[in-house]
């Protein structure tokens, strides 16, 4: 399998060399230059497999032959043995045609663990394969950085330093980071907010021999095997509701668009995704451009779900390729353009094509705490808030008739404070994290200073070589 990017400047890779890339030469993101398409004979074969087994084989095209089958077969086996549930992506009704397809029972409580999991196991196998040693370096507001933590301690050629903001992540996403012991894992409080640790890490990588000196590497979403790790849970729920000979809806609670991304690229797999609901919070480009063709960036204001507060999707580069004929020359003109005027120019063709499949729903705070309640009330589910917008989009613009996949990001006990407004009580941790309160936690200060923080993320790489 070969990789292109959607702007048509870098140099063709393979699997191996995108997930190491992260993102292209030329700004632009890493498509499969074909998408693999399975018969529906071979979708109903998948049927009942336990999930490591059918997330191999779905990858599978996808690795072509850098990974030899039965190497990423063991990987998805040891990736997903640590979650707590026997079904790793279990699905639950919750109304006649609602399905919450739950994708927290990872060791972060969020669907990213499905992705970065399997991500720390590729890292590892690639890196020793090539004899190469990277240096992954990223800033969180919280849910990222802590599976990208756990997904990479104690793997072998690999540090990992995450930024995050002092005192401005929640306790849970706070220890969830500081508490892992693993030596090549290096914590740091900024003095400042997420802006600033994300400006640092951008610095970093901007500061060219630093990068070379350390072999800067990032596993930020925008990573071709990020969006390969989800999309086995969307052919596993959809088997599971009875496709490839019944059609289904998918509703996905959307930031940077690559969860409902992976969705879409199932659909061009072959599995029969008739609509594709697209729930945001009051940070709602992604409305605005699916009701209006309105792609303009306003400031992010924040919401009771995190993890979505977002201005610029930018997985959605990867769709809007897609959906002007992979016509990379364009797609470099039209990103060109919207990064200089702030407002995306998807040519009206394009737009009503992704209109045909694509719906858009906002939600603000309070109707997320409304939903939260309302769920509970009629079904006893407790949902985290990222959830709960995706409940509420299937409520206004479900398609009638088929069976509808919500993906339930986050477990709630991530979100103790909007569920306690909603419900009146804070949710358990599952038994397996019920001493995270107790557990010693190490991290280490820092002001916002770029020369400071490049010394003590050498100085770390320093310790790790002997
Ligand atoms: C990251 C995240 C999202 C958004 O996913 P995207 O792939 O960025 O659209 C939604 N919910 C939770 C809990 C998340 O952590």
Do not use: H, Q
């Given at each position: 399998m070969k990789y292109v990017s959607t702007r048509g400047q870098a140099p063709e890779l393979d699997f191996s060399g995108v997930l190491l890339a992260g993102l292209a030469e030329d700004g632009g993101l890493y498509m499969p230059q074909s998408w693999p398409v399975f018969s529906k004979e071979e979708l109903r074969a998948?049927?009942?497999?336990p999930y490591a087994e059918l997330a191999a084989r779905v990858i599978a095209p996808f690795v072509g032959d850098c990974i030899p089958f039965k190497e990423l077969q063991a990987m998805c086996r040891r990736a997903y043995a640590g979650f707590g549930h026997a079904a790793t992506v279990p699905l639950v009704q919750l109304g006649t045609s609602i399905f919450a397809l739950e994708l927290f029972h990872g060791p972060t409580l969020a669907f990213k663990d499905l992705a970065l999991q399997l991500a720390g196991h590729l890292f590892e196998y690639v890196l020793a394969q090539k004899g190469e040693r990277v240096r992954i370096v990223g800033a969180t507001s919280g849910d990222t950085g802590s599976a990208a933590i756990e997904a990479m301690?104690?793997?072998?050629n690999i540090d990992i330093t995450i930024l995050h903001p002092e005192g401005r992540t929640s306790e849970v996403q706070r220890r969830q980071m500081t508490t892992v012991t693993a030596k090549n894992v290096l914590n740091i409080a900024v003095k400042g907010n997420f802006d600033d640790c994300q400006d640092l890490v951008k610095a970093m990588f901007g500061d060219a021999p630093f990068r070379k000196e350390m072999g800067l590497s990032a596993v930020n979403s925008i990573n071709w095997a990020r969006i390969a790790g989800q999309i086995p849970y969307y052919v596993a729920s959809a088997l599971a509701l009875g496709a490839p000979d019944r059609e289904v809806a998918v509703c996905v609670p959307t930031g940077n668009f690559g969860n409902v991304l992976a969705a879409w690229v199932a659909k061009q797999m072959?599995?029969?995704?008739a609509k594709f609901i697209v729930a945001s919070n009051c940070n709602d480009i992604l409305t605005r451009f699916l009701n209006a063709n309105d792609m303009s960036v306003r400031t992010v204001a924040e919401s009771?779900?995190?993890?979505?507060?977002?201005?610029?999707?930018?997985?959605?580069e990867r769709l809007l390729y897609a959906f002007v004929g992979s016509n990379a020359e364009e797609t470099a003109a039209i990103m060109a353009d919207f990064r200089v005027s702030g407002k995306m120019a998807v040519p009206e063709a394009a737009w009503r094509a992704v209109k045909c499949e694509f719906v858009g729903f906002t939600l603000d705070d309070p109707g997320t705490l409304a939903e939260i309640a309302r769920t509970y009330r009629e079904s006893g589910y407790l949902a985290d808030p990222h959830t709960a917008v995706g409940l509420a989009a299937v409520r206004d613009c479900a398609p009638v008739g088929l069976p509808v996949i919500v993906a339930a990001t986050a477990h709630p006990a991530k979100f103790p404070d909007a569920i306690e407004k909603a419900v009146g009580f804070r949710p358990a941790l599952p038994p397996r994290l019920a001493d995270l309160y107790e557990r010693d936690e190490i991290f280490t200060r820092a002001p916002n200073d770029l020369a400071h923080i490049e010394g003590l993320v050498r100085a770390f790489a320093h310790r790790n070589m002997t």
């Open positions: 998948l049927r009942g497999l301690a104690g793997r072998a072959g599995l029969p995704i009771y779900s995190p993890s979505m507060d977002i201005g610029v999707s930018s997985n959605f």
